[in-house]
């Protein structure tokens, strides 16, 4: 099954996606779009494998000798779990602060106006 | 909105998004294909330019310039953060008790600090020849001196982490890459071009022309980052209490 790794990433997405619209806490949703997250990193690596090659890293294998997956995903990859963390702790903070204004952090109870 | 007809909805916007991608997924390249014309492509040039660690080329050569974006997201969460967790009306500030820690914790939480700090400088410096570079590095820096939190108590990590400097620091990474950049638009090149410096020995430390720079920049900006996010965190957490609820 060669397109089994893209599916488990779709997988991956639709597991974050049910966890954010069920989700009965904030961190818990937090943690979901992680999940989401994580899926785009599955797709990435997989659409840069190649079969039997090795880390694009030269410092012990000789230029040539051996097929490299791609670096280019790789690369992105990397972008990817950076923005990622970076959205992640934006985030949580945003939930320390709804804790403190609203005395809670269940989503379905954020539902009324105030101020 | 009620439960029901929100999981409907998600039933089905999810039966519509997995057809879809699945459909997808049959028409991309096998798994495993030997054909990457970009990754072929991003190698050659990493060896023209004698950076072993063709994902650090990738990065901090060819694009450059989106690392400068990446990193002032960082910079902007950071900054985000920072507001968020601010000290409000009503709240103040205490001084957290000293507690006592188990021996074992405090004693391997020792001798690991400059262990893991030598570890993240490491990866730092070694980005542009082996699997590692800023970002990973910076972060291992910054969790480094969070050992002592563990190991010995709060105040300690306080003596260590004046965060003022932190932010300083921050920004300096920051600012160190855009000069870095605009050093190779005055040297009569583009903006993050790498034809500024030579390009070294392959597979050593000064190899790479601006890759290892950049890098350090990153590292330190990271490393920064990281330590005023988890000191937000860590406020809100140990210092800070509700005014009223005392």
Known sequence: ?115 | MSRRLRMLLLALGGAGFAALFAAACLELPHFGAARHPYGERAVHAALARHTANVVSAVNFDQRAFDTLGEESILFAAVLGTVVLLRQTRGERQVRPEPVAVARPVRRYSLVMVPVALLTGLYVVAHGQLSPGGGFQGGVVVATALHLLYIGVDYQALERIRPVGGYEVGDAAGEAAYLVLGAAGLLGGSAFLANTLLPYGTFNTIPSGGTVPLLNAAIGMEVACAVVVLLARFLDQAVEIVDGSGE
Do not use: I
């Not at chain 1, 049910?18 to 989401?36: E, F, I, K, N, P």
């Not at chain 1, 797709?43 to 079969?51: E, H, Q």
């Not at chain 1, 090795?54 to 995903?73: E, I, K, M």
């Not at chain 1, 990817?80 to 403190?100: I, P, S």
């Open chain 1, 1 to 115: 099954m060669s397109v089994l790794p893209y599916l488990a990433a779709g997988w991956m997405f639709l597991a974050g996606c049910y966890g954010l619209a069920t989700s009965r806490h904030l961190v818990h949703a937090v943690g979901c779009l992680a999940v989401c997250q994580s899926s785009t990193y599955v797709l990435l690596l997989a659409v840069g494998y190649r079969t039997g090659g090795t880390a694009p890293v030269f410092s012990d294998v000789r230029p040539g000798s051996r097929p490299l997956v791609d670096p280019v995903v790789q690369a992105l990859t990397l972008t990817d779990v950076v923005v990622g963390a970076t959205v992640t702790a934006l985030l949580l903070a945003l939930v320390v602060q709804v804790a403190k204004r609203h005395g809670t952090v269940d989503p379905d109870e954020l539902s009324e106006l105030r101020g």
